[in-house]
């Protein structure tokens, strides 16, 4: 309704200020061509009597009667001469109907006084007499040095009849034009927002539990169906955040259900018994403190990937060197990799700084390798690689490995995925499915990329691209 009023409104402005324009336009243009035509009359007349005083053979007496001929001769319609000597007498009037018959009397008398007196060669003047207006035009004469004054009028009746009659159609045409273009902008304004409608009411009723429905989409090129594509690319990213959210919440509950219900076991077991000995609770209190330390790792993951999705981690970006870092972690993991009689190695022979934070970096590679070790089987080798290229630090880290099938491939960045059929691993060592998760972030976050380069029976290789800083 308000895009309806709005509408009418602009509307009913330009409608009247457009008919206001053309009335007065029109109103101009017959009042311009009603003077043309009495300037026009006039000089027919003054031509008129000189032609007719030239016919004439008595010089004396020729005036008055080549005045009266060419008055008799021109007889137009709705158009009176009148002739008044130099003493303001009427001379010589044409046929005058009932309305114009008091133009012979005090008023011409006076405006052709008014003529006189101003001096002037020609005027114009509007005279009302009974309630009717002529246009009249007064112009002078000169027959034989003698001077006379030629009037002629026009009835502005038929003028004022043409304005009212036009008035009329425009006080009837123009709020019928807008009572018309007000139905049909309010038919459509609707039509045109009932998009806005349909969108709204499924909008409204899009929820948590149906977030996989869409908007309706009528006309995907216009503004609305642009709207529309937007929406719903928002319901879809708001679906897969929510589907993620779900399971990340069940994977969760899922991987703290064990340690828990492990944890429980334990202490129940212990505490069911009175008399225990020392070696029972100490075999009791270790598989709870590996159990809790498991806890703990996935807590932590989970936390750091809370506040990672909430964007609450505030990177503490120092100057440090990354072939340093990566000798850091070789030396950390070391004692894991002679426990699993896996050779460890480093290729980094030249200095590579680097800007980031030392932190979220180290734990970067230390879950990679940490992966790598583990899914690497006795006599194997794990071997990081760091070089520059192309003004990027590249390091890759190699597993000999069974490698990665091709269905896992898609999902090992994915969080609390295990390609537990693709790599033969050891329960109590498992792990969330969250190393991968968390390492891909910290990649992101600083700029650089984390993928899967190479995985095949041969083992598997992850490449870690940093832009050097």
Known sequence: MRLTWWYAGVLALVLISFAVSTYLFLSYTINRQTNETLREISRTFADVVKREQADEDEKTADDFDAINEAVD??????????VFDRRQKLIAPTNLTPNEANLSGESLARLQNDFSDELQDSAFSII????????VFADKLILDQENFSVSVSHSLNENEKLLARFRNVLFVSVPLAILLASFGGYFLARKSLSPVVAMSETASNIGAKNLHERLPIENERDELGKLAQVFNRLLKRLDESFSQQKRFMADASHELRTPIAIVRGE???????????????????????????????LVEDLFTLARADAGQI????????????????????????????VRLALEAEMEMPFHADEEFVRRLFLNLL???????????????????????????????????????????????????????????????GLGLSIALWISEVHDGTLRLQNSDADGSTFLVKFPVK
Request: hydrophobic share 35%.
């Open 370 to 432: 940490d992966n790598a070790i583990k899914f690497t089987p006795p006599k194997g080798s794990v071997i990081i690689r760091a070089e520059i290229s192309d003004n990027s630090y590249l390091i890759t880290v190699s597993d000999t490995g069974k490698g990665i099938s091709t269905e896992d491939k898609a999902h090992i960045f994915e969080r609390f995925y295990r390609a537990d059929k693709a790599r033969s691993r050891d329960e109590n060592e498992s792990g969330a």
């Open 314 to 341: 505030l990177l503490v970006k120092t100057q440090f060197y990354l072939d340093e870092l990566l000798q850091d972690c070789v030396r950390a993991v070391k004692s894991l990799a002679e426990k699993r009689d």
């Open 73 to 82: 001769d021109l007889n137009f319609r709705n158009y009176r001469i009148f």
């Open 267 to 297: 202490t129940e077991v212990a505490l069911s018994k009175n008399e225990r000995t020392a070696t029972d609770y100490r075999e009791s209190l270790s598989i709870v403190q590996a159990e809790s330390k498991r806890m703990s790792r």
């Open 128 to 135: 009302e007499e009974n309630g009717v207006g002529f246009r």
